[in-house]
């Protein structure tokens, strides 16, 4: 039916738009919607959408100690 678009992201991609809300932004996403971001970040790059909307869901707090280690920060 064309309702909905599934598209896979990389832990690199993942990492990467975390890193990129925290230091920009100052919000500090969990894991999982870091994978919406790093989507976000794609589509808008693309230029296909004039609105982009993600919902950042649970506590980035939870995952500083995982995304730490995998900076090479912890």
Known sequence: MGRAEYHAITDDEALAA????SETEGIIPAL??????????KLAEEDRHDT??????GRGDRDMQTAAEQFDLG
């Open 18 to 21: 975390f890193r990129e809300l």
């Open 32 to 41: 999982e919607p870091a994978r919406a971001i790093a989507l976000a970040i």
């Open 52 to 57: 982009l909307l993600v919902n950042l869901c």
